[in-house]
C-alpha cells in the first residue's frame, strides 16, 4: 500500500510540474505575441533547446542570487527581475516598457535612450524562444529569456 501511495505522489508531482512548464510556456509565448502582434510581427515558437539553455542559466543566476548576470551565449536574451508574487507577464511588461524609447521604422533606440529588451521582443529575426523563472535566496524571482537568432544591430 505505501508503495502505491509513493508511486502516486510521483505520478502526481510530475504532472503537476508539467502541466506547471506548460502553463508557464504558454504565459511567455502569449505575452510576447501579443506585444509582436501589435507591431505586425510574426509570432515566436517555443523552443525547448532554448528553453534549456535559460534553466541552465538561470540556475546559475540562483547560485549567486546576482540578476545582474548575463549568460554570454549565443542567443538574444532579456532578463527581469522582481519581488513577492511577481509573474511572467510582469517580467515581459518590464521589457515592453521601453516601447517609447525605441525608433521602429529605424530599427534603433532612440538617442540616449534603452531599448534593446523591447527591441528583442520585437525583433522580426528572431523566431524562437525558450524562457525560465527561479526563485532566488529570499524568494525574489527572476526570469531569463533567450531568442534565436538574436536581434542584430
Not at 71 to 93: C, H, K, L, M
Request: with cysteine; net charge positive.
Amino acid at each position: 500500500m505505501k508503495l502505491f501511495v509513493c508511486l502516486l505522489c510521483i505520478i502526481f508531482s510530475s504532472s503537476f510540474l508539467k502541466s506547471h512548464a506548460e502553463d508557464d510556456q504558454k504565459q511567455f509565448l502569449e505575452a510576447h505575441n501579443t506585444v509582436r502582434a501589435q507591431v505586425g510581427v510574426a509570432p515566436l515558437v517555443w523552443n525547448q533547446t532554448l528553453a534549456s539553455f535559460a534553466q541552465q542559466f538561470a540556475d546559475k543566476v540562483k547560485q549567486k542570487c546576482d540578476n545582474t548576470m548575463k549568460s554570454g551565449g549565443p542567443y538574444g536574451e532579456n532578463t527581469a527581475g522582481g519581488y513577492a508574487a511577481f509573474r511572467i507577464i510582469d517580467a515581459v511588461s518590464q521589457w515592453v516598457q521601453q516601447k517609447e524609447n525605441y525608433d521602429q521604422q529605424s530599427n534603433v533606440c532612440k538617442n540616449g535612450k534603452e531599448c534593446k529588451q523591447y527591441k528583442q521582443v520585437v525583433c522580426k529575426e528572431s523566431k524562437y524562444i525558450g524562457c525560465a523563472t527561479i526563485l532566488c535566496g529570499a524568494g525574489w524571482p527572476f526570469v531569463v529569456c533567450e531568442y534565436d537568432p538574436p536581434c542584430s544591430g
